[in-house]
């Protein structure tokens, strides 16, 4: 490998760790958002639940974007790194879904909505962070 295609992976690497971490700050304060519109008296502070609602969106599209670029610069794409980025997406899917719905005050929803809403954040933590190193050590 030549000196300058190193130096490229290098920096690849360290704008991929930045973003990273700034991925991780952003899961955190949609957690901690999250777990203070639920502590707030209902109807929900239209101000609390748009606050959790843009930190999660960066967050996902912060998630989205680290996954895409490794993915494209990955060397072994098997079915399992395939299966778990799947499994990812689906996950964040529900948690906006579920969120939408929890957000619409005109509706009963069953409890289920939010106890969906509730664990799906640590699946999908895990999820984000276990595709993230499949990819990574799916490079040579
Ligand atoms: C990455 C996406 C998301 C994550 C990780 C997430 C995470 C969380 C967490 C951890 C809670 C607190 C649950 C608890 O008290 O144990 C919560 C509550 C809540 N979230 Fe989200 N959320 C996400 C997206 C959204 C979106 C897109 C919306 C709105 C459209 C939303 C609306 C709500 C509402 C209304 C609550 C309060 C539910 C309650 O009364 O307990 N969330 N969220």
Redesign the pocket.
């Known amino acids: 490998m030549s000196t300058i295609s190193m130096k490229e992976r290098k920096t690849k690497m360290e704008a991929i760790t930045t973003k990273l971490i700034i991925a991780g700050i952003l ?1 955190l304060l ?2 901690v958002s ?2 203070i ?3 707030s008296s ?1 109807p ?1 502070s239209i101000g609390l ?1 748009t606050i ?2 843009l930190i ?2 960066g ?2 599209i912060l998630i989205g974007m680290i996954i895409n670029q490794l993915w494209k610069t990955a060397d072994g794409k098997a079915i399992i790194e395939i299966s778990v980025i799947i499994i990812t997406g689906i996950l ?1 899917i529900t ?2 879904a579920t ?2 719905l ?2 619409r005050e005109e509706m009963q929803l069953p409890e289920i909505v ?1 106890k969906i ?2 664990i ?2 640590l699946l ?1 933590m895990a999820s984000s962070a276990v595709s993230v190193f499949l990819l990574v050590n799916g490079k040579s």
Do not use: C, D, E, Q
């Open positions: 899961f949609t957690l999250g777990v519109v639920s502590h209902r929900y639940v959790h609602k999660a969106m967050t996902v964040f948690l906006i969120g939408a929890l957000t939010i809403h509730k799906s954040p999908a």
